[in-house]
C-alpha cells in the first residue's frame, strides 16, 4: 500500500468512529429518555476523545508527510492535490490546539449552554454573562494557537466552519448586501401591504402535517430509503455515512410553516449528506465543503424552491386537501403571499428570507469586537439592543428576544453566525446557474419535476466534495466570484412582484 | 489509585465502549433505514474490534495481577473477590481465543444469519447447510481454544453464556424437568379441554395495544424515565447504562399475547438492568450474572405475574374496557384459560409455559453431540423431525417450523438455548422465595400492588450484580441449591387448577 492509499484508510477509520457519535447525538436529540443524559455525555465524551486522538496522532502526521511526498502537487484542482491539502489542514488544525483546550472547551461549553438555557428561560443575562465571558476567552486562545497569518483573531475562528474565508472578505460581501437589502425592506414596509398571516396558525393537524412534509422531501428528492425524518426540539440533518441520512423537525399545530419548510431546509442538508460520493466517505473527497456550503444546500431547497410561486403553483392544491378546515377559503395568491411575508420581527429563526439576513449581520458586527476584546461581554445586551434598533426600528423588549435567543455562542459557536447569510448567497449563485444550464426551472416546478434541480446539484456541489474550497466551487460552477448581487437580484424580483414596488 | 480502582477504570471505559455498539444496535433493530446497513457493519464492527483490544490488552492483564496481589482473597462472597474472580474470567477468556478466530467468527456469522434468513424463507435447510458447518466447527474451535477441564466441549461455550454451568449439570436438571413435565403435557392434551384461542386473534387496534402494554409494564416497575418501549422486528432489551434501557416490541392486531406478554418479558429483563448499581456500571458488581439469570427476570414477570389469575383479576376490566369490541363478550375465566392454553405447537416462541421447555430439551440434545461431531449438520432436520416427534406427538410439516425456525445456531449461539429454560428454573425458584419472604402475592397483584415484588427483586437479585456466581445466588436468595422441583410445582398447581387434573 501506498502511503496516500494508508493516509486514506486512516481517515476513513476516524470517520468511520466520529459516524459512531453522530448516531448517538441524534438519539440524544430524539428518543433518549431524559434519565439517560449522563451517561450519554460520558459516551460522548469518550468517543470524542478518542476521534481527537486519533486525528491528532503522530502516525497520521507521518502518514500526511510520506504521502504528500509521493504526490508532489502540480494541479491544484486535481483530486489528490485536495486530499492532501484538506488533510493536511485538519492535522495542522488540531495538532495546534492543544488538548488541555479542548478538553477545557469542551467543559466549559456543555456548562454554558446549560447555563444559556436556563438564561433564556429566565431572561437573564446576568445569569448567562460569566459563561460567556470564559466562553469567549477559550476561543479568544484557541484563535492564538491556530493562528491568523496577516489577519485579525477572527479569521481563525470562521476558517473553523468556512475554511479560507476571511473576515475581511465576509465585511465587504455584508457591506455590499447591507446597502441595498436595507432601503428594500424599507421599501416593503412603506407599501403597507401586511398578508393575513393568521391564516397560517389555523389548525393544521399534526399527522397531516407529517404525511405532508415528508412527502414534500421526497418529491424534491430525498431518498427515504437512505434516511429518515423523526422529531426533535431543536431540528436537524445528522449524516451518518453512506445510505444513513436522519433529518429532523417539529411540529406545531398551530403554525404550519415551522414544520414544513423546516422539513424542507433539513432535506436540503440531507439531499446534499446522501450526494457526497460513498465510495470516499471520511475522506476530503467524500466530505462536505463548509458550513456555508451545506447551508446553500438547504436555503435553496427551502427559500428558492419551496417558497416560490412555481412551488405552490403545483402544491397549494394538495396543501387545501390535506387542511381543508384552514385552506379551504384561502386563494394559491394569499397562501404565497403569507408564506413570503416580509416583516420585522426579534427571533431570528422565525425571520423571513429578507430580514433574515440583517439578523446574521448584527450578530456578525457583534462577534468581531467581543473576539478582539473591543466589546466586552457585558456590554452585549446594550450593543445588541443599539444594533438591533438601527437596522429594524424596534427594540428588543427583553433579552430573550435579544442576544440571549441563539444557542451558538453558549456551545463556543463564534464565528458560525456568518456561514448562514453565505449559505444564502451561494444558493441564490448556484440557483441562477442552474437556471442558465437547465432552462426554466419554474415550468418545472409547477409540474412537481425536481429531479433536474437535484441531479445538477449532486453534480456540480456535492459529488466533488472537498475538491474544491467554496470559492472556488463557485468559481468553477457559477464562472464567477461569490456575490452577493445575486441574493438581492433575488430578493429584489421576488418582492418587486409580491409588493408591487 | 491502587491497582484495583485502575482496573475498575480500564472496565469501566471497555464498558462504556461496548455501551456505544448497543446503542447503534438498538438503532439497527428500530429505526435505521435500510440504506444503512453496510455502513452499520462498519461501524460495529470498528466498535467490536477497538473493545476487544481493550478487553485482551496486556496491560489489563497486568492490572488484574497487581490487584490480585493487593487483594489476597479470603472471604470468597466479598465484593472484591468476586469482582477479581469475573475480571480474570472475563480476561482469560478473551485471551484464550485467538484474534483470528474472533474475526473469522464475527465474519460468518454476520453471512450466516443472512443466509438462513434466506433459507428459513425458503423452508431450505440445503441453503443453511454449508454455514451451520462452518460455524459448528469454529465454536468447536473456540471450545478447544478456551479449554474445558475435565469436562466436555460443550461446557466452554456453556459457559459463555451461563459461568459455571456444565452440561453435566443442565442434563441432570433438564432429565428431572422432563421425566415430570412430559406425563403432565400429557395430562393436559387428554382432559380435550381446549379453550376457544381464537378469541386472543379477534381485532385489538395497535394504538391501544401499545397505550395497554406500555401502561402493564410501567405498573410493574419498568421506569420510563429511564428507558423507553420501540418497535422491532425481533423483541429485546437493551440496557444502554445507567438511566437508560430500551425495550422494544412488536404489534399484530390480530394477535393480542405476541406484544402484550412480550411486553411484560422484555420489561422483566429492563427492571433487571435498572436495578444494577449504576456506581458499578461496567464493573462485575454492576453487570447481570448470567443469561439465565437475566431470563429468570423476564420469564417471572411474563410468567408467573402476567399470566397469573390474580393480574388478570386486577386489569381484565381494564383489557375490556381498552379492546371493548373484542372483549365485552368474554368472561374473566375464559381469557385467563386462553392466555394459559397449553397445547402443543411447532414454534417454539409461540409455545405456552409448559411446553415451551420442552423446544428446550429438544435443543440441547442436539447441540451436545453437534459439537463433539457425533451428530453431522446434515443429519440436524431428521434428529430434529425424529425428536420433535418423539416430545410433541407430531412432525414439522417443514424445516421452517422444524430446525430453521430460530436464528441462534446462524449466530454462533451454541450453548445459548439452555439457559431459556434454566431461566424458568431459577424464576420459580425465586418466586418461592419471595412468596416466602413478602406473604401473599396473588393478593398484591390483584390490587395492582407490584411494588414489593420488585423491590425484593431488586435487592435480592439486581443489586449484587455478579457477586455470586448464578449457583450461588440461588443458594443465598432461596437457601437451596438449583433444583426443576419449584418449576414442575408451579407448573402442576397452576394447570391442576385450570384443567381440573
Not at 248 to 262: I, K, L, V
Request: aromatic share 10%; charged share 25%; glycine share 8%.
Amino acid at each position: 500500500m501506498t502511503s496516500y492509499e494508508q493516509l486514506l484508510n486512516e481517515l476513513r477509520s476516524t470517520a468511520l468512529l466520529g459516524s459512531c457519535s453522530s448516531v448517538l447525538g441524534w438519539d440524544e436529540q430524539t428518543y433518549m429518555p431524559p434519565g439517560g443524559a449522563e451517561h450519554r455525555a460520558a459516551q460522548l465524551s469518550l468517543l470524542a476523545g478518542m476521534v481527537h486522538e486519533r486525528a491528532t496522532s503522530p502516525l497520521l502526521g507521518e502518514l500526511i508527510v510520506a504521502a504528500e511526498q509521493e504526490n508532489p502537487s502540480s494541479d491544484p484542482d486535481a483530486p489528490t492535490t485536495a486530499t492532501l491539502r484538506e488533510a493536511r489542514r485538519n492535522y495542522d488544525r488540531s495538532t495546534k490546539i492543544p488538548r488541555r483546550l479542548v478538553e477545557e472547551l469542551s467543559r466549559v461549553c456543555t456548562l454554558s449552554q446549560q447555563a444559556w438555557g436556563e438564561a433564556r428561560k429566565q431572561s437573564s443575562f446576568a445569569h448567562f454573562l460569566p459563561w460567556l465571558e470564559q466562553v469567549v476567552a477559550l476561543r479568544r486562545e484557541e484563535a492564538d494557537a491556530v493562528g491568523y497569518g496577516d489577519g485579525v483573531p477572527y479569521d481563525a475562528l470562521l476558517d473553523e466552519f468556512e475554511p479560507g474565508m476571511t473576515a475581511e472578505e465576509v465585511s465587504g460581501l455584508f457591506a455590499g448586501l447591507r446597502d441595498e437589502l436595507v432601503p428594500l425592506i424599507a421599501e416593503i414596509v412603506e407599501t403597507g401591504r401586511q398578508p393575513d398571516i393568521s391564516i397560517l396558525e389555523r389548525r393544521y393537524p399534526i399527522e397531516q402535517q407529517r404525511k405532508f412534509s415528508l412527502d414534500a422531501a421526497q418529491q424534491i428528492g430525498f431518498d427515504f430509503n437512505n434516511g429518515r425524518l423523526d422529531e426533535a426540539p431543536h431540528p436537524f440533518c445528522s449524516g451518518f455515512g453512506p445510505g444513513d441520512t436522519r433529518l429532523t423537525t417539529r411540529y406545531d399545530e398551530h403554525h404550519f410553516p415551522g414544520a414544513f419548510f423546516g422539513t424542507l431546509h433539513e432535506a436540503g442538508h440531507g439531499i446534499y449528506d446522501q450526494g457526497l460520493d460513498p465510495a470516499a466517505f471520511g475522506t476530503p473527497l467524500g466530505s462536505y465543503v463548509s458550513l456555508g456550503i451545506h447551508e446553500s444546500q438547504s436555503r435553496l431547497w427551502e427559500n428558492f424552491v419551496g417558497r416560490s410561486r412555481a412551488f405552490w403553483r403545483r402544491y397549494f392544491p394538495a396543501a387545501q386537501q390535506a387542511f381543508p378546515e384552514s385552506l379551504q377559503d384561502v386563494t394559491e395568491e394569499t397562501f404565497y403571499a403569507c408564506v413570503n411575508d416580509v416583516r420585522p420581527s426579534f427571533i431570528r429563526v422565525e425571520a423571513d428570507e429578507a430580514t433574515y439576513n440583517l439578523h446574521i449581520l448584527l450578530r456578525f458586527e457583534l462577534e468581531q469586537p467581543l473576539v478582539t476584546g473591543e466589546l466586552s461581554p457585558s456590554d452585549v445586551p446594550s450593543a445588541w439592543n443599539e444594533k438591533f434598533t438601527q437596522y429594524f426600528g424596534m427594540t428588543p423588549p427583553d433579552d430573550a428576544q435579544g442576544c440571549l435567543q441563539d444557542i451558538h455562542w453558549s456551545g463556543g459557536g463564534i464565528g458560525y453566525f456568518p456561514t448562514y447569510s453565505l449559505g444564502n448567497m451561494y444558493a441564490a449563485q448556484f440557483f441562477e446557474a442552474a437556471r442558465r444550464d437547465l432552462g426554466d426551472l419554474d415550468a418545472q416546478f409547477s409540474k412537481g419535476e425536481f429531479a433536474p434541480l437535484k441531479n445538477w446539484l449532486n453534480e456540480q456541489i456535492h459529488r466533488p466534495g472537498q475538491r474544491y474550497r467554496a470559492n472556488r466551487l463557485v468559481q468553477v460552477v457559477t464562472g464567477e466570484e461569490l456575490s452577493y448581487q445575486p441574493l438581492m437580484k433575488h430578493l429584489r424580483d421576488k418582492y418587486s412582484e409580491l409588493y408591487g414596488l
